[in-house]
């Protein structure tokens, strides 16, 4: 779907996948305006075909657009062309357990313009990709450590907003956790530098004692859907849950009391990601005996009953594609 001034959003088409041509001027190149969602279908072992939550994917998509100054979309629109492409791709579903199609919808500035301004011409595209199951081998805890050094985000910046700056900013980060064979690291707020925020692609949720923390949205973590959803499941099971500042020092106490009972990021990908071990500067804090815990197992096994058909869907979280 193109977008010119003037014109508005046109000339909705779904096209084979391969190169697009691009004016080497062309905005999003130069000053990254661009935004991206990313959501999953999922084949039901009837047959049918599932979207999860797709409304607040392009709910989403609508306010990164405001704060990135591109022109919003009818988002009903955005979900009708998005069902009429999953069921045209549906067969690119893989066969095997726990396997998904990966679906991208991103909008990109495509006026060419060396000047900084926000773009007069965009182009909205969805690819969709097959995705093998996260977990082959079992859900296995990720290591992670707290980054003392970068900063990802800060409150009135971008970091609520799926914008590819965001992920431009972390990658020294996460290229060194690899170096050290961490999987991601844990961003801190960027002015106190205490404050919990989230993972690479992930929302953090911690258990302690009979309480479930996650940070607040206070505008420098992307609010995710899965985070949202984990929050009013886990508040349907009669748990108790906390939206609010955490910071990793009230973690490490609460690390030293054993009131630490499990760690773990939520996302699209990964779904739920146990953390088996934290580390803070020399603190080496193991989660749980470095094993997933009950709360993130129930969590997981309810969450993809529900993505895969395999449940009653009570909040009615499911589309169904076909
Ligand atoms: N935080 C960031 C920075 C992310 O990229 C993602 C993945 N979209 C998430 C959190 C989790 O969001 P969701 O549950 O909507 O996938």
Request: aromatic letters at 10%; a negative charge; one cysteine or more.
């Amino acid at each position: 779907i193109e977008y010119d001034k003037g014109q508005g959003w046109h000339d909705a088409r779904i096209v084979p996948y391969g190169p697009i041509a691009m004016d080497p001027a062309a905005m999003c190149l130069h000053y990254g305006q661009e935004i991206f969602e990313g959501m999953k279908a999922y084949r039901g072992d009837d047959g049918s075909v599932y979207l999860f939550r797709p409304q607040e994917n392009f709910k989403r998509l609508n306010s990164s657009c405001e704060r990135m100054c591109i022109p919003q979309m009818d988002e009903e629109l955005l979900l009708e062309s998005l069902k009429m492409l999953v069921e045209l791709d549906s067969g690119w579903i893989p066969a095997a357990k726990d396997s998904s199609l990966y679906i991208r919808p991103f909008i990109i500035a495509t006026e060419p313009k060396l000047g900084v301004k926000s773009s007069d011409s965009y182009l909205y595209m969805v690819l969709l990709s097959p995705s093998g199951p996260y977990y082959p081998s079992g859900l296995d805890p990720v290591k992670i450590y707290v980054e003392q050094s970068y900063v990802r985000s800060v409150r009135g910046g971008t970091g609520m907003v799926k914008t590819g700056g965001n992920y431009a900013a972390a990658l020294k980060a996460q290229d060194e956790a690899h170096e050290q064979d961490y999987s991601q690291v844990l961003w801190l707020d960027g002015v106190e530098r205490k404050y919990i925020e989230e993972v690479g692609a992930m929302n953090m949720f911690f258990v302690l004692g009979d309480e479930v923390v996650t940070p607040a949205l206070l505008g420098s973590i992307l609010p995710g859907i899965t985070r949202k959803s984990v929050i009013e499941m886990l508040r349907s099971w009669g748990m108790k849950v906390s939206e609010r500042r955490i910071s990793i020092d009230e973690v490490a106490e609460a690390y030293k009391n054993g009131q630490l009972k499990e760690a773990f990021g939520t996302g699209t990908a990964a779904v739920i990601s146990p953390v088996g071990e934290l580390k803070h500067g020399d603190l080496v804090m193991t989660i749980n005996g470095g094993k997933i815990g009950p709360v993130s197992q129930r969590l997981y096994d309810a969450l993809t009953a529900i993505q895969w058909g395999r449940a009653e869907d009570p909040f009615g979280w499911r589309v169904k594609v076909k």
